[in-house]
């Protein structure tokens, strides 16, 4: 029961692809996540911005912020991902409670040098050499280690070096703005037609440019940004299902429960249960 609760709180995983591969599904979920970039290069699509990551990047991504990973250059990369709950910082070894700046902002990029790196690395690796072997006490080293982990990103995010700054070529610079517009209008009936119009791109160049930026497709990034918002006001208010339907952009209930289903994995009605 204890290494089933374990696994349900955190886990880590290293994986190496040799073709292109960019995330094909809406995601943002409940947990903190953890992304190094062992080899390779990938563009990091967190929220509004795009971000191109080379070897030794590393990304913070706090609990429900809409992200992607996708292609970019070589196609070939090598990550290792780490997921994990707030209650596996609790009851930390020795009683050691320590809070991190970046854990109230929506995302940390980091740069770490080689030595950095190195010492990075040498924990995640030790990490998933526990987590293999399934050793006795092995909670509370994963505890540590993961503690560790923190420290190391809090002291490179203090060293005052840049971050990782967002692309902002031309077509990104238009991509931001057809973002930000339907962040504000989502709550409306959005058509491609006016989109096209606003921002002066055919509906095909428009679609396949927001695409290739984002990873998602403007009907896809709709959905989750009304999702979002539904699982907010589920969770701290009380108007009913039909009513934050309508408000956040759905034309029907059956639609919004069809939406709100495919991407949080459960009905509007159980969601709001799990979460009060």
Not at 68 to 95: C, D, S, W, Y
Not at 106 to 116: A, N, S
Not at 152 to 168: D, L, T, Y
Request: one cysteine or more; aromatic letters at 12%; hydrophobic letters at 35%.
């Amino acid at each position: 029961m204890q290494e089933e609760k374990q696994e349900f709180q955190f886990y880590v995983e290293q994986i190496k692809r040799a073709g292109a591969f960019s995330m094909d599904t809406d995601h943002f979920h409940d947990t903190y996540e953890i992304y190094y970039l062992l080899a390779g290069e990938r563009n990091y699509y967190i929220n509004n911005l795009v971000y191109s990551l080379r070897q030794g990047d590393l990304i913070f991504i706090n609990r429900n912020e809409l992200h992607r990973t996708m292609a970019k250059g070589t196609v070939r990369h090598e990550r290792i991902l780490i997921n994990f709950r707030q209650e596996f910082l609790q009851g930390m070894p020795g009683g050691i409670e320590l809070t991190f700046p970046f854990f109230s902002e929506q995302c940390l990029l980091l740069r770490p040098d080689v030595h950095e790196q190195g010492r990075i690395e040498n924990i995640l690796f030790a990490m998933l050499k526990e987590q293999q072997e399934q050793c006795t006490q092995q909670l509370p080293y994963l505890q540590s280690l993961l503690m560790q982990m923190l420290i190391q990103m809090n002291r490179i995010r203090e060293s005052a070096r840049a971050a990782i700054a967002p692309a902002n070529n031309e077509k990104q610079r238009k991509v931001y703005d057809i973002l930000e517009y339907l962040r504000a209008h989502y709550h409306e009936t959005v058509k491609l037609e006016e989109l096209s119009e606003r921002f002066y791109l055919s509906i095909p160049y428009l679609c396949r440019l927001f695409k290739q930026t984002t990873g998602f497709t403007i009907v896809e990034y709709l959905n989750t940004i009304r999702v979002q918002e539904a699982q907010r006001r589920l969770r701290e208010g009380s108007d009913s299902v039909t009513r934050i339907a309508e408000d956040t952009g759905f034309d029907s209930i059956a639609h919004f429960g069809r939406v709100f289903k495919g991407i949080a994995k459960r009905s509007p009605l159980q969601y709001r249960k799990q979460n009060r």
